[in-house]
C-alpha cells in the first residue's frame, strides 16, 4: 500500500528557508504514471497547489510561489524534497506531499499525513 | 487561474439525509473535476474523479455530476462518518485549484 511520509525541521523564523521532505514507500517514485506533488494548507483555510516533480526531474510549479520554490525527487532514496526561500507569516501551513495520478483522468490519489510549518519569530 | 466556488460553505443534515453540494468553475473544464472529503486533522481523500468515477474503495452512496462548469457531489443516506468537509478540485489547466470547501455538520 502506497504511503507517503512528510519530514522537516520544525518552525522556521520569517525570511529563512523552509525545507521539507516526503518519503514514498509502496510505489517506485520512478513510476511513470504519476507526478509528487506538494499542496498546502493554512490553518482554518483552503488547499493550495504548490508544484510538483516527475521522477525524471520535469517541475512544475504554482507562479504565485515560483519565485521562491523550488522541488527536487532523489529516485535513490524513493524521497521528493521541497525548499520555500524567503518565507513570512503566510507560509504557516499545513503541508502535504501527494501522489498524482499525472494521465487523464489527472487526480491526487494519495496524500501524507501532512506536517505543520509554523513560521513565527 | 481558474477558479472554483463551492455552494453552500456550511450545511447541516441528519443521518439518512440525502444532501447536495455545488461547484461552479469559472471556465468550461469539461469533466476535469474531483471530489475530496477531508475529515479534522486529517489529510483529504480522494472520492469521485472525472466528475462521476468513484474512486477505489468509496460507498456508492457518493454520487458526482456534471460537465462544463456546474458539477454536483451528492451523498444519499448519510451515514455518521459522513460529516467532515468536501472540496472539488479542477484538473483542466495548471495550477490545480481547490474549491473554498463545504463544512457538513451533524443537525
Known amino acids: 500500500q502506497v504511503q507517503l511520509q512528510e519530514s522537516g525541521p520544525g518552525p522556521v523564523k520569517p525570511s529563512e528557508t523552509l525545507s521539507l521532505t516526503c518519503s514514498v514507500s509502496?510505489?517506485?517514485?520512478?513510476?511513470?504514471?504519476?507526478?509528487w506533488d506538494w499542496i498546502r494548507q493554512p490553518p482554518g483555510k483552503g488547499l493550495e497547489w504548490i508544484g510538483n516533480i516527475y521522477y525524471s526531474g520535469d517541475t512544475h510549479y504554482n507562479p504565485s510561489l515560483k519565485s521562491r520554490l523550488s522541488i527536487s525527487v532523489d529516485t535513490s532514496k524513493n524521497q521528493f524534497s521541497l525548499t520555500l526561500t524567503s518565507v513570512t507569516a503566510a507560509d504557516t501551513a499545513m503541508y502535504y506531499c501527494?501522489?498524482?495520478?499525472?494521465?487523464?483522468?489527472?487526480?491526487?490519489?494519495?496524500w501524507g499525513q501532512g506536517i505543520l510549518v509554523t513560521v513565527s519569530s | 487561474d481558474i477558479q472554483m466556488t463551492q455552494s453552500p460553505s456550511s450545511l447541516s443534515a441528519s443521518v439518512g439525509d440525502r444532501v447536495t453540494i455545488t461547484c461552479r468553475a469559472s471556465?468550461?473544464?469539461?469533466?476535469?473535476l474531483n471530489w475530496y472529503q477531508q475529515k479534522p486533522g486529517k489529510a483529504p481523500n480522494l472520492l469521485i474523479y472525472a466528475a462521476s468515477s468513484w474512486h477505489s474503495g468509496v460507498p456508492s452512496r457518493f454520487s458526482g455530476s456534471g460537465s462544463g462548469t456546474d458539477f454536483t457531489l451528492t451523498i444519499s443516506g448519510l451515514q455518521p462518518e459522513d460529516f467532515a468537509t468536501y472540496y472539488c478540485q479542477q484538473s483542466y489547466s495548471s495550477p490545480p485549484t481547490f474549491g473554498q470547501g463545504t463544512r457538513l455538520d451533524i443537525k
Open positions: 471556465q468550461n473544464i469539461a469533466t476535469y
Open positions: 501527494v501522489r498524482r495520478f499525472g494521465s487523464w483522468p489527472d487526480y491526487f490519489d494519495h
Open positions: 509502496g510505489d517506485s517514485i520512478s513510476n511513470s504514471n504519476y507526478y
